[in-house]
């Protein structure tokens, strides 16, 4: 290793500082340690612009580190010291009209009680449940149906629904209840089911320098557009376009784009790809993821 960066962690705050840089109002319900550590956090956020009046501060456990080892070929490694992480467990949420939640295997409590938070709630509501360390992929039952969007990557989309194909794990999200959910798919887009209809997105891809967080800048991406009043297809690219503007640098958020940035780049790199496509019809693979 010849590097190395300390940045804000935890796919939720990731969310949250890509959405408050994206121009959404934005808060953030959380649990930090009172330690060095979540004075980062919390500093981090404040200066993004997000609303941390419902991050407590746990009296005794630390914050929440991760360590991510990324190998020059692309792969990577991930460990977690949970530390408070394991005891968030809302009661109530702030007021919003969108509420999404993710690291939901990491947080048993919150996991737990995030079918009746979602469906007491007058908000859409989006959930990211990032990787399962335990293997199982098991779900609090009537959490799927609870849901308007699901945004997996395609590994956890295959896991969560045991199938073997994109497709097939978008009509499980589906047949449980799933308004739209979305499968994001690295260098090959994003593919979202709305009904019967298949809506996809891919941008020509940047050289990435970090991909920590693409995932989570994808869903701030996605979101801000849906909740903007933009179509699906559009929401694709403009997640798609956040997610790989935020590799541009290392840590997951010092890149996270404006709105401005993220149109911009969703507009040309979609013209890029589709001239790529016109010259090349048989390479193309789409039409038209802290406490």
């Known amino acids: 290793m010849s590097s190395g960066a300390l940045a804000l962690g935890g796919s939720a705050a990731i969310v949250a500082h890509g959405a ?6 934005t808060a953030l319900a959380a649990v930090v340690g009172r330690d060095a550590a979540g004075d980062f956090v919390l500093d981090v956020l404040t200066s993004a612009g997000v609303d941390i009046a419902a991050v407590t501060r746990h009296p005794d456990l630390p914050t929440a580190l991760t360590v991510c080892l990324d190998g020059p070929d692309g792969d990577r490694a991930i ?6 992480l394991a005891a968030f467990d809302p009661r109530q949420l702030p007021p919003a009209r969108h509420i999404h939640a993710a690291s939901y295997f990491l947080q048993p409590a919150l996991a737990t009680r995030l079918p009746d938070l979602f469906r007491t709630t007058d908000a859409t509501c989006s959930m990211d449940t990032n990787h399962d360390p335990s293997g199982h992929w098991h779900l609090t039952p009537g959490l799927l149906e609870a849901c308007d969007y699901v945004l997996p990557n395609e590994a956890e989309a295959l896991a969560l629904t045991g199938t073997a194909t994109v497709d097939e794990a978008l009509a499980g999200f589906v047949k449980a209840g799933v308004v739209t959910p979305v499968v994001k798919r690295g260098r090959d887009g994003a593919t979202a089911r709305k009904g019967t209809e298949l809506h996809s997105a891919r941008l020509t891809p ?19 557009a849906v909740l903007n009043g933009d ?3 559009r929401a694709l690219a403009i997640g798609c376009a956040c997610g790989a503007l935020s590799t541009r640098e290392v840590g997951g958020t010092a890149a996270q784009p404006s709105w401005e ?19 090349n019809p048989a390479d193309s693979a789409i039409t038209p993821g802290v406490p």
């Open 261 to 279: 940035q993220a149109v911009a780049y969703a507009a040309d790199a979609a013209d890029s790809a589709n001239s790529t496509d016109a010259a």
């Open 206 to 224: 940047l050289d990435p320098v970090d991909t920590v967080g693409a995932g989570d800048s994808f869903d701030a991406g996605f979101l801000a």
């Open 231 to 233: 179509d699906l297809d």
């Open 79 to 84: 460990l977690t010291a949970p530390g408070c």
């Open 20 to 25: 408050a840089r994206l121009g959404l109002s």
